[in-house]
């Protein structure tokens, strides 16, 4: 009785820690999806947890010109609303950047050449004068308004109908499709050979392969890239092709992908290798026939985890593509939307999800392989 009840506290403290981590996991993505679908007005103003509530913005209009003056009792007049089509209420406005709360709703400001200005809290706003007002710009209204949840697909809008966005997707498939099977492929031979044949320096090798799981990939770029220029020189490859980028990522890729299949293979039933071979079967025959349909859980792993590295990398995309319209990633062609210095930081959002659908896809599609393989090999 009393193991049982120690069994039921353990599973009830792992349960609340699984649901802990996986709230903590949701928050952030639920806020950036959030974010992703609000007004940027209000995105630049507050936070995404107040999506729901009023919130107060410090905006300016600039009224309709001069040229659309009227003359009503004596006075030169031109009306209009500051809030346009949006809803809110106005609280308080000014006429210049340095005062933009000095009145409040409904009052009425004296401006230069004895011009008035009155705003009303649903954004009406009238400026009048006794004499004729001149100029071909209209005043600037500053105001501050409560202003309700709104929500939109504009950010969306503006992402998928950015120039040159279906040909940076296109890019980054060509990127990645390549750059996922081919370390497959070389691994799967190479973690065949280190787990089942027997050769001089096979553990030297392992250890090598282990120890390259912890080599920064920011220390091996610039000289991968320079020993690709030298090679591709020799052979007439021209630089900044997709031929350097799918090497460089299958560089990067192989020594994961070699340590989690050679755990796996070196996990399998070792009566079916040896009774292949008694019955004359070759290694390669042994690894196709064999290895390959048993190991699939641990390709779908390695698979996963090198298509989402390589359909969301930047860096390597740099250094080996560079900027070139024709060959720009989708996560290039995404900062190029944001402008030089950021100024269009709301579609981030937008953004994020949009990348994220072929990923998604991705691992849903073989999320049932993913912990068979990562555990393969952990226990016997």
């Given at each position: 009785m009393?193991?049982s009840?120690?069994?039921?506290a353990l599973t009830?403290?792992?349960?609340l820690?699984v649901?802990?981590?996986?709230?903590?996991?949701t928050?952030?993505?639920?806020?950036l999806?959030?974010?992703?679908?609000?007004?940027?007005?209000q995105?630049?103003?507050?936070?995404?947890?107040?999506?729901?509530s009023?919130?107060?913005?410090?905006?300016v209009?600039?009224?309709?010109?001069?040229?659309?003056?009227?003359?009503?009792?004596?006075?030169?007049?031109?009306?209009?609303?500051?809030?346009?089509d949006?809803?809110?209420?106005?609280?308080r406005f000014?006429?210049s950047s340095?005062?933009?709360?000095?009145?409040?709703?409904?009052?009425?400001a004296?401006?230069?050449?004895?011009?008035?200005?009155?705003?009303?809290?649903?954004?009406?706003?009238?400026?009048?004068?006794?004499?004729?007002?001149?100029?071909?710009?209209?005043?600037?209204?500053?105001?501050?308004?409560e202003?309700?949840?709104?929500?939109?697909?504009?950010n969306?809008?503006?992402v998928?109908g950015?120039?040159g966005?279906g040909?940076?997707?296109?890019?980054s498939?060509?990127?990645?499709i390549?750059a996922t099977?081919?370390p497959?492929l070389?691994?799967a031979f190479?973690?065949?050979?280190l787990?089942?044949m027997?050769?001089p320096?096979?553990?030297?090798l392992?250890?090598?392969?282990?120890g390259?799981?912890?080599v920064?990939?920011?220390?091996?770029?610039i000289?991968l890239?320079?020993?690709?220029n030298?090679?591709g020189?020799?052979?007439g490859?021209g630089?900044k092709?997709?031929v350097?980028i799918?090497?460089?990522?299958?560089?990067?890729?192989?020594?994961?992908?070699?340590?989690l299949?050679?755990?796996?293979i070196?996990?399998?039933?070792g009566?079916?290798?040896?009774?292949?071979r008694?019955?004359?079967?070759s290694?390669?025959?042994?690894?196709r026939?064999?290895?390959l349909?048993?190991?699939?859980?641990?390709?779908a792993s390695?698979?996963i985890f090198?298509?989402?590295w390589?359909?969301?990398?930047l860096?390597?995309?740099?250094?080996?593509?560079?900027?070139?319209e024709?060959?720009?990633?989708?996560t290039g062609?995404?900062?190029?939307?944001?402008?030089?210095?950021?100024?269009n930081w709301?579609?981030l959002?937008?953004?994020?999800?949009?990348?994220i659908?072929i990923?998604?896809?991705?691992?849903f599609g073989?999320?049932r392989?993913?912990?068979r393989g990562?555990?393969?090999?952990s226990v016997?």
């Amino acid at each position: 009785m009393v193991i049982s009840k120690k069994g039921s506290a353990l599973t009830a403290v792992v349960h609340l820690t699984v649901l802990f981590l996986v709230v903590m996991w949701t928050i952030p993505t639920a806020g950036l999806f959030i974010s992703s679908i609000r007004d940027k007005d209000q995105l630049s103003t507050s936070g995404w947890w107040t999506a729901l509530s009023t919130s107060e913005q410090r905006l300016v209009e600039r009224a309709a010109s001069p040229e659309s003056q009227t003359q009503e009792n004596g006075l030169w007049v031109i009306r209009g609303n500051v809030l346009g089509d949006s809803e809110g209420e106005v609280t308080r406005f000014g006429s210049s950047s340095l005062k933009p709360e000095d009145f409040a709703a409904g009052e009425t400001a004296e401006l230069r050449r004895g011009i008035r200005l009155q705003v009303m809290a649903n954004g009406d706003y009238e400026i009048s004068s006794e004499t004729e007002m001149q100029g071909r710009r209209g005043q600037r209204i500053f105001y501050t308004a409560e202003v309700p949840p709104r929500f939109t697909l504009d950010n969306y809008r503006e992402v998928l109908g950015a120039e040159g966005l279906g040909k940076s997707f296109i890019n980054s498939l060509t990127v990645t499709i390549p750059a996922t099977i081919i370390p497959i492929l070389i691994a799967a031979f190479a973690a065949y050979a280190l787990a089942w044949m027997k050769f001089p320096g096979r553990g030297l090798l392992i250890a090598a392969v282990v120890g390259l799981l912890v080599v920064p990939l920011q220390m091996s770029l610039i000289p991968l890239l320079k020993s690709y220029n030298v090679i591709g020189e020799f052979f007439g490859v021209g630089a900044k092709t997709y031929v350097g980028i799918w090497l460089a990522h299958t560089g990067f890729g192989l020594p994961l992908a070699i340590y989690l299949l050679r755990n796996y293979i070196a996990g399998l039933p070792g009566e079916i290798i040896e009774s292949a071979r008694v019955d004359g079967a070759s290694d390669f025959d042994i690894f196709r026939k064999i290895i390959l349909p048993l190991s699939f859980p641990a390709l779908a792993s390695f698979a996963i985890f090198q298509f989402l590295w390589v359909w969301n990398d930047l860096l390597i995309a740099m250094v080996f593509l560079g900027n070139n319209e024709d060959q720009l990633v989708m996560t290039g062609q995404l900062r190029e939307l944001l402008g030089s210095r950021g100024g269009n930081w709301e579609i981030l959002t937008a953004s994020a999800f949009i990348t994220i659908i072929i990923p998604l896809c991705v691992f849903f599609g073989l999320q049932r392989y993913l912990v068979r393989g990562l555990l393969a090999g952990s226990v016997k």
